[in-house]
């Protein structure tokens, strides 16, 4: 005997059924001053796609000799992705990378095995008052890449594809979408996305990657026959033909998602990995600190000091 959905009138069927998986409302911390909203993980999703950690920093405001100071600190199995709204961002790596981090340019770090880095805002940053907005994502590796070579690549604005029409603008960050690609090759499938859409214009998201969610930055969207406003994270149902139309004020959105990963991932701290083994060995080697002949070593020109494990 067989069961027909259309026969029992509670269970929604063709477009009554929400498109709309899980929305997420982040969690604002204040880190010395400095706002931190973090969207991923959490209790409702540990990843969209590879995408393990969505932090959305500032808009913070720092007076002249004011600045962000995160010391050296340790990843592993893991890229990271900083996007930059407003301001900028001194990056230094256990690779010797010394580069600064500028608005609408990607800076990708491939930690691997393990990298090192810090992010302040010193020198020349310190010399005028600043605005700092912007974005860090983790993108958790699949297994095969856990213990690959750390490494670092710059993107600057110029090089990211750009579409533009019926009021949409929308620069590819990483990976693959509206038939375009970044030149840069990423562990996985996967897509990010920077999005502005004028009032009224509605988004198409990419219907060829398994997991698909949005980040509204600003204004407000409508998806599935429902607003949402900023700071919100939604995250779709696999397969379904989406599109989100901005408000009346017109929308900013980051569009992310890719193909889910072989399982769920441990997290610790800075550290990523498919095993709780792989978390204990890189713990171990940063409370170690040998820097010299250990798993870990310190940023070239930002060695006077570093953030210690927890301990717990």
């Known amino acids: 005997?067989?069961?027909?959905?259309?026969?029992?009138?509670?269970?929604?069927?063709?477009?009554?059924?929400?498109?709309?998986?899980?929305?997420?409302?982040?969690?604002?911390?204040?880190?010395?001053?400095?706002?931190?909203?973090?969207?991923l993980p959490s209790s409702q999703r540990q990843m969209v796609g590879p995408f393990i950690f969505?932090?959305?920093?500032?808009?913070?405001?720092?007076?002249?000799?004011?600045?962000?100071?995160?010391?050296?600190?340790?990843?592993?199995?893991?890229?990271?992705?900083?996007?930059?709204?407003?301001?900028?961002?001194?990056h230094r790596d256990s690779l010797g990378t010394d580069a600064w981090i500028e608005p609408g340019?990607?800076?990708?770090?491939?930690?691997?095995?393990?990298?090192?880095?810090?992010?302040?805002?010193?020198?020349?940053a310190r010399q005028a008052p600043m605005t700092l907005l912007g974005l860090q994502t983790w993108l958790a590796l699949p297994e095969a890449h856990e213990d690959d070579p750390a490494a670092f690549v710059h993107l600057s604005r110029e090089a990211l594809p750009e579409l533009?029409?019926?009021?949409?603008?929308?620069?590819?960050i990483l990976g693959s979408a509206w038939g375009e690609r970044v030149g840069l090759q990423m562990p996985s499938e996967m897509f990010y996305a920077d999005a502005r859409l004028a009032p009224g214009a509605a988004l198409p998201l990419p219907d060829d990657h398994e997991d698909r969610g949005v980040y509204i930055l600003d204004g407000e969207v409508s998806c599935a026959g429902q607003?949402?406003?900023?700071?919100?994270?939604?995250?779709?149902?696999p397969g379904d033909r989406i599109s989100v139309k901005a408000g009346a004020q017109g929308a900013r959105l980051m569009v992310l998602g890719g193909a889910t990963l072989e399982g769920p991932r441990?997290?610790?701290?800075?550290?990523?990995?498919?095993?709780?083994?792989?978390?204990d060995a890189a713990r171990e080697a940063w409370r170690a600190g040998d820097w010299m002949h250990g798993r870990f070593r310190?940023?070239?020109?930002?060695?006077?000091e570093h953030i210690p494990a927890p301990d717990r």
């Open 266 to 279: 441990h997290i610790w701290w800075n550290f990523v990995a498919s095993s709780r083994e792989r978390i």
């Open 298 to 304: 310190l940023p070239p020109g930002d060695e006077a």
């Open 105 to 124: 340019a990607v800076n990708w770090m491939m930690a691997g095995q393990g990298i090192t880095h810090s992010e302040r805002t010193d020198g020349v």
């Open 164 to 172: 533009e029409g019926e009021g949409k603008n929308v620069r590819l």
């Open 227 to 237: 607003t949402f406003e900023a700071g919100r994270m939604l995250v779709f149902r």
């Open 54 to 90: 969505f932090d959305q920093f500032g808009p913070s405001e720092f007076l002249t000799g004011e600045g962000m100071d995160v010391r050296p600190h340790p990843h592993i199995g893991l890229g990271t992705v900083t996007y930059i709204l407003k301001g900028r961002i001194h």
């Open 1 to 39: 005997m067989s069961w027909n959905p259309i026969l029992d009138p509670s269970i929604p069927i063709g477009d009554a059924v929400d498109a709309i998986e899980t929305v997420i409302v982040p969690r604002a911390r204040d880190i010395g001053g400095f706002e931190v909203r973090r969207a």
